[in-house]
């Protein structure tokens, strides 16, 4: 068995009347990103204005990549800004992202609430089974 930690960052979206909903989980396990929707959340928030995300059509499926979501690199400071340097603690996307909020001018998106999901054990044939249900959706 080996350990496997999870890192998870909570994606939200403020409405225009200033009510925090959660929207989702960005999730880094094993150097490979997931991202769901907390479904019930974005139910009420739609209600009050937010869109789906472009990148994450569908409210009710789990999306992984192997490298950070194009949508989320987006929200990060370009590395040549020199608040890029003063702000940062670490040259990692995720940390970043945790450390800035990932906040942009032009919509109401931010990370907050960053943890560890810790002592996940998961053996050999967990793993499989898990890399199988990801390819086969």
């Known amino acids: 068995m080996t350990l496997d930690k999870k890192e998870v960052l909570n994606l939200f979206w403020k409405s225009g009347e ?5 929207i989702g989980e960005l999730c880094r396990k094993s150097g490979k990103y997931y991202f769901k929707y907390e479904v019930e959340s974005v139910k009420e928030a739609l209600e009050q204005g937010f869109e789906l995300l472009p990148s994450f059509p569908r409210l009710d499926s789990e999306y992984f990549r192997e490298e950070l979501f194009r949508i989320f690199v987006e929200r990060i400071p370009n590395k040549n800004r020199k608040e890029y ?3 940062l603690t670490e040259n990692d996307e995720f940390i970043a992202l945790k450390e800035t909020k990932g906040v942009m001018t032009k919509d109401s998106l931010f990370f907050k609430e960053f943890y560890y999901s810790e002592n996940q054990e998961l ?3 967990d793993k499989l089974l898990e890399t199988d249900k990801k390819n086969n959706n």
């Open 18 to 22: 200033g009510i925090e909903f959660k």
């Open 123 to 125: 053996d050999e044939e």
């Open 85 to 87: 340097n003063n702000n």
